[in-house]
């Protein structure tokens, strides 16, 4: 494997009554391993869709084409959507794009506050820009009123609207789907049995990670690699289910994604994403916070490290050391003069270290992954990793990690909402 699994100091004989007992653990673990045993036999049947998927690699020859397109005939892409039609692809864009406002090319409007999204239109080429629409479902109201807001700028400024549109939406006859057909888009097809935070190695996270300058053959192959790798016998992320669920048991209420890495930020909202809505039902399940080091060790670590143990935390490190800048230090003496010699990769690498041994000292479990390097290989393993830990987790807590029954309520109510009040205006008129 490209990456380790630290768990030492998850259980009582390192961190004391906040720890697991390795007793119980083990039993837990034997549970997930049952599950397992039930996916590989899903899996085998081709019935385990986001496994299958990479099993086959007929489709990715079309998604460089497309890809290759949209680069050769636009300068930006801006994909629209929201939830895991955005979070994918910002987790899979990041290789190439590793900060933000640094020789971007792929941009993401993943919500409709309209002071963010009428500034986006201002500093906009419009001319020489394609728009990526992603919706499974083709009804999703915020990725609508994206599409319709931007296809009217489109329009204002007399371009061919169609040359400039792509969606990708299940093949069923949709609202998305049928505003493409209207104006000559080019449209491809969802995979019809993956739901939408699920789609990190489909076209929905490749296709703009293509254009952003991703190699995708070596994500989809380190994937199917890993895959492989992942239903061996208490592999990887049956032992991370097996914590989360014993944690869960233990009472702890809070699971904590922290990683050391920038490039990793959107794959840490991605988590969020994923693990809430598959595991947030029927009263159960953990909430997922998001924090990055260093820059939340100066915003959350003081209440992780001094307030409620109701936390678990998992650290994502990298071994930066001697890499980057060298500070030079001319200026540096005194009691700073620490610095001097050291390289940017050193700092962080010392930061990192430090948490970790911090958050153990107070007695708090901490599971620590850590990467090789940062590459094709690691970030397609790590996430395939979080995806199987979260559909184990769901399966240890009887759930079922593919729905999100109470967010459709609020999808209802809102489109209920608009309905009443467009229809208010018109009796009014």
């Known amino acids: 494997m490209t990456y380790n699994q630290i768990i030492d100091n998850c259980f009582e004989d390192k961190i004391g009554e906040n720890g697991l007992n390795k007793d119980e653990f083990a039993i837990n673990l034997a549970k997930a391993q049952d599950v397992l045993c039930k996916l590989r ?74 002071y963010s999204i009428d500034a986006f239109i201002g500093q906009l080429d419009l001319a020489s820009t394609a728009f990526l629409v992603t919706s499974k479902s083709g009804k999703t109201v915020e990725t609508l009123a994206q599409f319709a807001t931007f296809l009217d700028a489109l329009e204002k400024e007399h371009l061919d609207v169609g040359k400039h549109i792509f969606i990708i939406s299940d093949n069923v006859k949709n609202p998305i789907r049928e505003l493409g057909e209207q104006i000559g888009a080019t449209i491809v097809e969802h995979d019809k049995n993956i739901g939408g935070r699920f789609s990190t190695f489909t076209n929905v996270g490749l296709l703009p990670a293509v254009v952003a300058g991703t190699d995708i053959r070596k994500i989809r192959r380190h994937a199917k690699e890993a895959a492989v790798e992942f239903f061996e016998d208490e592999s990887i992320p049956v032992i991370g289910a097996a914590l989360q669920y014993s944690f869960m048991q233990k009472g702890v209420g809070i699971t904590v994604m922290m990683p050391y890495i920038d490039r990793l930020s959107a794959f840490a909202t991605w988590y969020r994403q994923i693990w809430a809505e598959s595991l947030g039902k029927q009263g ?78 107070r007695k708090c479990p901490v599971r620590q992954i850590e990467i090789e390097n940062m590459n094709e290989e690691s970030l397609s393993k790590i996430m395939l990793h979080f995806m199987l830990e979260t559909i184990i987790t769901a399966n240890l807590l009887e759930l079922n990690a593919f729905d999100q029954p109470a967010v459709e309520e609020g999808k209802v109510l809102a489109r209920n909402i608009l309905s009443d009040n467009a229809n208010l205006k018109l009796v009014k008129a």
Do not use: W
């Open 41 to 114: 036999e899903q899996k085998d049947s081709g019935e385990f869709a986001i496994i299958n998927h990479l099993e086959k690699d007929d489709d990715i020859d079309d998604i460089i084409a497309l890809g290759q397109q949209i680069s050769d005939n636009f300068d930006e892409l801006v994909v629209l959507g929201t939830g895991g039609s955005t979070l994918n692809p910002q987790s899979m864009v990041c290789l190439a794009q590793p900060h933000d406002g640094i020789d971007k090319r792929v941009y993401f409007i993943d919500s409709v506050d309209p």
């Open 284 to 361: 159960k399940g953990s909430t997922p916070i998001k924090a990055i080091g260093a820059l939340d060790q100066h915003s959350q670590l003081q209440l992780y490290l001094d307030g409620p143990k109701d936390k678990f935390f998992n650290l994502i490190t990298c071994n930066t050391s001697n890499k980057g800048a060298r500070i030079r230090g001319k200026y540096l003496s005194g009691e700073i003069s620490y610095l001097k010699n050291r390289t940017v990769g050193d700092i962080n690498s010392a930061l990192q270290q430090a948490t970790a041994e911090t958050l153990v000292k």
